[in-house]
């Protein structure tokens, strides 16, 4: 009996994997099935905190070293897709400048991920709002201190 059960949770499991992974593409599944830069950062020198029209809120941590995003993190309350455009969104920030990570959209993450299915496409929108968010919250604090 066990040895049923456990070829049915193994074949629904192989059946999700397959499903997402045609769905969303392997780099976005591959994300999905481990997400990177996901945590809180407790000393950050930037911080964004959004919450989207789907009801997802995503917080970005940015830890910059001259003048360079040296460390990047990533929270959310969100589904699969919320985590995977916020790994990437922290991921693409690493090693750029301000004036680099401003320039990282929605559609840059997108483009990374090879797309999203239509009703996800919003999360990557989502992640790189707050992605400026964090970027302002350095920013004015930046200015702050002068």
Not at 62 to 74: E, G, I, S
Not at 89 to 104: C, Q, T
Not at 113 to 130: K, N, Q, S, V
Request: glycine residues 8%; charged residues 30%.
């Amino acid at each position: 009996m066990a040895d049923s059960f456990d070829d049915f949770v193994k074949d629904l499991q192989n059946q999700i994997f397959d499903e997402t992974r045609t769905a969303y593409g392997e780099v976005a599944f591959q994300r999905w099935l481990k997400p990177l830069y996901n945590g809180e950062m407790n000393d950050a020198d930037g911080y964004g905190r959004v919450t989207g029209t789907c009801g997802d809120t995503m917080e970005i941590f940015l830890k910059l070293d001259d003048d360079l995003v040296k460390d990047a993190t990533f929270r959310t309350d969100g589904c699969g897709s919320s985590s995977i455009c916020g790994s990437f969104a922290a991921e693409l920030a690493l090693g750029k400048s301000p004036d680099e990570v401003a320039e990282i959209s929605g559609e840059t993450i997108l483009n990374t991920l090879g797309g999203l299915p239509e009703e996800d496409r919003h999360c990557a929108f989502l992640a790189a709002e707050t992605l400026q968010a964090a970027l302002h919250d350095f920013m004015m604090k930046e200015r702050n201190k002068k």
